[in-house]
């Protein structure tokens, strides 16, 4: 046997690999590309498409070179020059400080954070490329951490994309990674030449807003690589036509998955929970109710009522604004379920929202002999079990609870109803999880009707919500009155506190919110527990009118559920005059003799939240105001998105019109919630300019169903992958 070929060698030849491995951990190369990988997926970037779908945030224009004498302040420019001075000074921080000529004058490149590498490759003599914002001064020209390479080969003939990234993941392996799947994607047309043509040839165009010329490889090609000579403003605000042709693909995609997702429900079956005439206990309960409804609220009864009476099951949105009155409606959907002997269970986000409505469902329903189940997380044991013996056994026609009802130990005997209350609160899983309860007949599913008081857009009811039927209320109970709102800075506050004593004089009950319970290093805000100790020293000499003191309390969400229950009960009651709370007063509560809401830091609320807080006054006769106190402290500059909230509530009390402020300002995120469980399913299109596309996609989407079903799931698999189930709850 050759030496070439024992055992020994043999088994040398196999460690080699073995060894490289070991060395490799010791470098840490591994771990660098499995760091790389790990980077690469928390982006979401899973398949070849989604990295062709992963489009630059921006642009850099490396395709020519300036010349110092020609740069103006202010410009980003590339320029190539010899280093002439490379240093380590330590005045007024450390710093390496390079001089760069190019020919045509110097420039200082300036480096607050730099490695011996970065040090090594900026030499003196060394020839560089050079790219950053020029800024001048006395001394001359200056660039703040420019990028820079070393000088040579042709510039580059498009474009330089600059792409969305997390920490550790650097724009050169990205834009290896994004090219090599945009190579290897499958970007055969998934929109057949019949649909093409509708949208692109050159009078349905105008129609959709569509501009023709890009087919989806063309569109990504270029978005990737576009060249030089291309409008900067057409590709920043996503008008040029390549992103165009994106924009209507990706919106197509969505309203597929809504369309497939309704047609998907209305073959499933649910029980007929239909009218039981003038004894009905719907009727009884319109009789013993303390108020005429409005024709708004008659009208989603009507609505309501035909979806109970179909054997598909209802998929209805409730929407109104604060105050409109849904509660009672909720209340007339469940008395016709539970008329046909099924049960019904209503979930609402926080305790305090779930107690409420328990108490008024149970002051209507009570006399009516209907016994109704109480649920949270926080029962007594004994008594948790008493509640769970009445739904089981079907005692229970209404359960009412939080999050509680929805585990897996509540099992009902035949839910045909499930009402959500701030369904936005609610994630994908638990919304499913409430539908998945009906235990009585394995092959019916129960009817969702789901309650919000943040108005919905209508860009956003025919995107997001294309799968849902959309009830409104808008109209308000006849005796609201109308709030007043008002910005006040923060230096005005001993005014704020004079306004509440004189609110005070006259039997009124005031709200004081605060953003945060304790004290933030992070933020300096002043806190709940501060405030309350404030206003109780400010107020401790007011005397109610028979000479008893005013009481000031304190609410919020750490506070233990029974003190939370008692403080929220004195001030119902109205033996409480002032509460100091974080947001868990947002929704559902209910004072008429609240007059004053005021909000410490309102700019750093968002805008439905502001309107659902302002909501929990104007609620009685009594002439209401809001304040909306803000800092413009150093650390809490008034931004600008701060300014558009604040003015928006100023100018406006109408909720629809709030709601489509706040899309404007902030984007959808705010009304889905967790709809899509933080996946957002529109990247590219934007629901404040893309209406046109948007009303084009709605009128395309059945046509792809119906005559192109293959290709219409190829198309929703490319656009959501995964992410279309969220559209499902």
Same mark, same amino acid.
């Given at each position: 046997m050759s030496e070439a070929s024992t055992p020994s060698t043999v088994a040398k030849k196999k460690a080699k690999p073995a060894r490289k491995a070991v060395e490799a951990v010791k470098t840490g190369a591994v771990d660098k590309k499995t760091h790389l990988q790990k980077a690469i997926a928390k982006l979401g970037l899973h398949r070849d498409i989604d990295l062709a779908l992963h489009l630059p945030l921006r642009y850099e224009d490396e395709t020519r070179l300036t010349k110092l004498r020609d740069a103006r302040e202010g410009d980003t420019v590339q320029i190539e020059g010899v280093v002439t001075n490379c240093e380590i000074t330590y005045r007024p921080r450390r710093q390496l400080l390079v001089t760069l000529d190019d020919g045509s004058d110097t420039c200082t490149l300036r #480096?607050?954070?730099f490695y011996p590498s970065q040090q090594k490759a900026l030499a003196v003599g060394n020839v560089i490329r050079a790219r950053g914002e020029v800024k001048g001064g006395f001394l001359g020209f200056t660039m703040m951490h420019p990028s820079f390479k070393t000088a040579g080969g042709d510039l580059a003939t498009a474009l330089t994309p600059v792409y969305p990234t997390v920490a550790g993941l650097p724009q050169g392996y990205l834009r290896?990674?994004?090219?090599?799947?945009?190579? /290897?994607?499958?970007?055969?047309?998934?929109?057949?030449? &019949? !649909?093409? @043509?509708?949208?692109?040839?050159?009078?349905?165009?105008?129609?959709?807003? %569509?501009?023709?010329? +890009?087919? !989806?490889? &063309? @569109?990504?090609? #270029?978005?990737?690589?576009?060249?030089?000579?291309?409008?900067?403003?057409?590709?920043?605000?996503?008008?040029?036509p390549a992103w165009q042709r994106l924009k209507i693909e990706e919106l197509l995609a969505q309203q597929i998955s809504q369309l497939q997702a309704k047609r998907e429900r209305a073959a499933l079956r649910a029980p007929v929970l239909a009218s039981q005439g003038k004894n009905s206990l719907y009727e009884k309960l319109l009789g013993i109710i303390p108020f005429k409804l409005t024709s708004a609220q008659e009208r989603v009864c009507g609505e309501i009522t035909l979806d109970l009476a179909r054997n598909i099951p209802m998929h209805r949105l409730l929407q109104g604004d604060v105050g409109s009155g849904k509660t009672v409606v909720a209340a007339l959907a469940a008395a016709k379920c539970i008329d046909a002997g099924w049960q019904c269970a209503l979930m609402a986000p926080t305790e305090i929202l779930a107690e409420q409505h328990f108490r008024k469902l149970l002051s209507w329903l009570e006399p009516l002999g209907i016994t109704t189940a109480w649920l949270t997380g926080s029962q007594k044991t004994k008594e948790r079990r008493e509640a769970l013996a009445l739904i089981a056994s079907g005692e229970a026609a209404l359960v009412v609870g939080t999050h509680a009802v929805i585990q897996e130990k509540v099992q009902f005997k035949n839910l045909a109803l499930a009402i959500i209350d701030e369904q936005?609160?609610?994630?994908?899983?638990? /919304?499913?999880a409430l539908r998945s309860k009906m235990v009585a007949d394995a092959n019916l599913e129960p009817h969702l009707l789901m309650m919000t008081a943040t108005p919905i857009? /209508?860009?956003? @009811?025919?995107?997001? +919500? =294309?799968?849902?039927?959309?009830?409104?209320?808008? &109209?308000?109970?006849?005796?609201?009155?109308?709030? %007043?709102?008002?910005?006040?800075?923060? =230096?005005?506050?001993? &005014?704020?506190?004079e306004r509440i004593r004189s609110q005070l004089a006259e039997g009124r009950q005031i709200y004081w919110v605060c953003p945060l319970i304790e004290e933030s290093e992070a933020l300096d805000l002043t806190n709940a527990t501060e405030t309350h100790e404030q206003l109780c020293a400010a107020l401790g000499d007011v005397q109610l009118k028979d000479g008893q003191p005013i009481m000031v309390g304190l609410l919020h969400s750490r506070m233990p559920v029974a003190e939370k229950k008692a403080v929220m009960s004195l001030f119902t009651a109205g033996h409480m005059q002032v509460l100091v709370s974080t947001t868990v007063i947002e929704v559902g509560v209910d004072v008429p003799n609240a007059s004053l809401m005021v909000i410490e830091h309102a700019e750093r609320f968002g805008l439905s939240q502001l309107h659902q807080l302002r909501g929990r006054v104007g609620r009685g006769a009594a002439a209401s105001v809001?304040?909306?106190? +803000?800092?413009?402290?150093?650390?809490?500059?008034?931004?600008?998105?701060?300014? @558009?909230?604040?003015? =928006?509530? %100023?100018?406006?009390?109408?909720g629809f019109e709030i709601a489509r402020r706040d899309l404007e300002i902030r984007g959808p995120g705010e009304f889905l919630g967790a709809r899509q469980s933080g996946a957002a399913l529109l990247r590219f299109a934007d629901l404040a300019t893309d209406v046109e596309l948007l009303e084009g996609a709605r009128q395309l989407a059945p046509i792809m169903l119906d005559k192109y079903p293959e290709l219409a799931q190829k198309h929703v698999h490319r656009w959501l992958g995964e992410k279309a189930e969220y559209l499902k709850a």
């Open positions: #480096f607050f954070s290896k990674v994004v090219l090599g799947g945009l190579a /290897r994607a499958d970007l055969s047309e998934t929109m057949p030449a &019949e !649909l093409v @043509a509708i949208i692109f040839d050159g009078k349905s165009s105008a129609q959709i807003g %569509v501009q023709p010329a +890009y087919l !989806l490889p &063309e @569109a990504l090609s #270029f978005l990737h690589h576009p060249t030089p000579d291309v409008s900067m403003l057409e590709l920043e605000d996503r008008t040029h936005h609160r609610f994630g994908v899983a638990q /919304r499913l857009p /209508r860009t956003l @009811a025919m995107s997001y +919500y =294309a799968d849902l039927d959309v009830s409104t209320i808008d &109209e308000l109970p006849p005796g609201r009155t109308p709030i %007043v709102t008002k910005v006040v800075n923060d =230096a005005r506050r001993d &005014e704020v506190i809001c304040v909306l106190l +803000y800092s413009t402290g150093d650390a809490t500059r008034l931004g600008e998105t701060a300014r @558009a909230r604040l003015k =928006a509530m %100023v100018e406006t009390n109408d």
